[in-house]
């Protein structure tokens, strides 16, 4: 049984570039949601999608968008990058929507120069 | 905005010596409460839940938590540490009113056990 997948594990871009993150729930999770972990910090919630619907968004800018595919892995998009979005993205998934029991993965780490 | 409080970032101990982290967080109506832990090198791994009933609740590894309702807390424990629980650890707060997944984490704790 595979645990939560996600890729690029690291890149590096240069500010004013987009970047795409990917992640595959472990298999019949339907809901996979995105955090930001800055170093020194606790993980901060991006979004959540359940059954290719968004269920909850954090405190970050219109620059960050997510999708979630009919296989229920997903996407997250951040445009026009800045310095200050360097940072491990985590992916989570659940089999639940709503009870915040959450199966990380290993993250992307992105820096951004 | 909802908060999660976790204090003595870093913390040093001797093998056998007794662990507690503390958590609180703020006001925001019925929660799920967890703790998480991220062993080096590894990714996020959930070390014990509570959603309800007994606010004392045991995980893996030998940890137990206690929800104290009006203290907002969730302190994890563990009698006597192993180097192998040298990680950090993250409280994590689910407030049901959101209706989601959403969790608050606090800042975490990096916890290094000497042999």
């Known amino acids: 049984d595979t645990g939560v997948t996600q890729s690029p594990t690291h890149l590096i871009k240069t500010r004013g570039q987009q970047v795409t993150l990917r992640c595959s729930p472990i298999?019949?999770?339907?809901?996979v949601s995105w955090y930001q972990q800055v170093l020194g910090q606790g993980p901060q919630f991006i979004f959540q999608y359940y059954e290719k619907e968004e269920r909850g968004r954090g405190n970050f800018p219109d620059r960050f968008s997510a999708r979630q595919f009919p296989n229920y892995s997903s996407e997250l998009n951040v445009n026009a990058l800045l310095l200050g979005d360097s940072a491990l993205y985590l992916c989570?998934?659940?089999?639940?929507?709503?009870?915040?029991?959450?199966?990380f993965g290993e993250g992307s780490r992105l820096t951004v120069l | 905005a909802q908060s999660v409080s976790q204090h003595n970032h870093h913390v040093i101990l001797s093998e056998a010596a007794s662990l507690e982290l503390g958590c609180n967080y703020s006001?925001?109506?019925?929660?799920?409460l967890f703790w998480y832990v991220q062993y080096p090198g590894q990714h996020l791994q959930l070390l014990l839940k509570?959603?309800?009933?007994?606010?004392l609740v045991k995980g893996i590894k030998g940890f137990e938590a206690e929800f104290i309702k009006s203290k907002f807390s969730f302190n994890l424990r563990k009698p006597s540490v192993q180097w192998s629980d040298t990680a950090e650890y993250f409280c994590a707060v689910n407030y049901l009113n959101y209706g989601n997944n959403r969790l608050a984490f606090g800042k975490g704790n990096q916890v290094v056990v000497i042999p």
């Open positions: 006001y925001g109506g019925t929660v799920n």
């Open positions: 989570a998934s659940s089999l639940q929507d709503n009870t915040g029991e959450l199966f």
């Open positions: 298999s019949g999770h339907k809901s």
């Open positions: 509570y959603f309800s009933g007994d606010p």
